[in-house]
């Protein structure tokens, strides 16, 4: 709570002043003469570059706040490294440890490195005990009673670490890697945003917050959003063409390489079969495909209801429009196109299908 303006401002005009910082990189040999990059990771820009002599490299820079920055090699994915840099920041970069290592002398990225390799030895711990008692021949479940509360105790870890480094990047970073698991509603996105600083500013949690708005766009009730594609024979094609005519049509988004979408796809043969008509039909959606097995996929696994094939470069991002995070993701639209449900799977699908063509 603001209590005194004058100090409210002088606040504000101290913490926008920018500082320096120092990021000191260590290589192999095999790296000189190669370019080093310091990259912001939240916008994707290169901000900085210098080449590797005598197997070292440095930046040098000013920072106003706390950033995330990746350096890298080569655009390497190998020689990469997360740097979290503020005023003061004097950081070691160490390409010839592997994995990569960053040091700063009891900084934010010490204790990141200390909170992540406790994190992994935990980690490593429950993955040792889960492979020993699948070795064993155990179930799923019976595997999971014995290690459910190891897992508990490792995800506290994580949301421990965010809390207790609510007001600096540490704490956004960590969140950031684990939004998707943690806060899996709009409503857990915004808290988070209220109340870890910097959070706002992670690309991870603004595209995941992103998702979910579009989501709820999309949800039961909402009219059907278009996109554009192709067809298989390569002709444009886009969703109102099949949505919105006056027929139930039962939309489904997956991919060649995608399993539980392949298991997913009798299911739809099955109800093609039964219903195809003036008042249904199945569609499926292909994305994040490669062109060559999409179509190979239709052969082997016997698909001959209509598809749109959705380019990776393709200006409509399906998946984005419904705020699709996996896949198989099945849409069922009535007539008028407005969706009647999403995520739909199985038998709950089928006897959806079939209550509504009565």
């Known amino acids: 709570m603001r209590i005194l303006s004058i100090l409210a401002l002088s606040t504000m005009a101290f913490t926008a002043c920018a500082q320096s910082y120092t990021i000191t990189g260590k290589a192999d040999e095999a790296s000189n003469g190669k370019m080093a990059y310091l990259v912001d990771q939240n916008s994707s820009v290169y901000c900085d570059s210098c080449v590797v002599e005598d197997a070292a490299f440095k930046f040098t820079g000013e920072v106003s706040g706390e950033k995330v920055y990746t350096v890298n090699i080569d655009k390497k994915r190998r020689s990469q490294a997360v740097v979290m840099v503020t005023a003061g920041t004097n950081a070691v970069v160490d390409f010839t440890a592997r994995p990569a290592t960053v040091t700063d002398n009891g900084g934010y990225n010490d204790k990141f490195a200390a909170l992540t390799a406790a994190i992994s030895e935990a980690g490593n711990a429950i993955n040792a005990k889960s492979d020993q008692l699948m070795n064993e021949g ?55 945003i209220a109340t870890v600083k910097y959070a706002g500013e992670m690309a991870a949690i603004k595209l995941l917050r992103d998702s979910y708005v579009k989501a709820e766009a999309t949800q039961a009730g909402k009219m059907f959003v ?133």
């Open 226 to 358: 278009d996109f554009k594609g192709f067809t298989v024979d390569g002709a444009a094609s886009k969703l109102s063409d099949y949505v919105g005519k006056g027929k139930y049509v039962l939309v489904d988004f997956w991919a060649s390489w995608c399993g539980p979408c392949k298991g997913e796809i009798p299911n739809l043969i099955e109800l093609q079969n039964k219903f195809a008509g003036e008042n249904f039909t199945v569609l499926g959606v292909n994305v994040w495909d490669e062109e060559e097995k999409f179509k190979a996929a239709l052969t082997e696994e016997g698909i001959t209801y209509p598809q749109i094939f959705i380019p990776r470069n393709n200006e409509d991002n399906a998946t984005e429009l419904y705020g699709i995070q996996g896949i198989p993701q099945i849409i069922l639209f009535a007539p008028d196109g407005t969706i009647v449900k999403r995520d739909l799977r199985g038998d709950a699908m089928k006897a959806l299908v079939e209550e509504k063509l009565k």
């Open 138 to 192: 155990k179930s799923r479940q019976e595997i999971y009673d014995v290690i459910g509360a190891d897992l508990e105790a490792l995800y506290d870890m994580y949301r421990n670490a965010i809390k207790e480094n609510k007001d600096n990047i540490v704490g956004a970073y960590i969140a950031s890697m684990t939004a998707r698991q943690f806060y899996p509603t709009l409503a857990d996105i915004d808290n988070l």
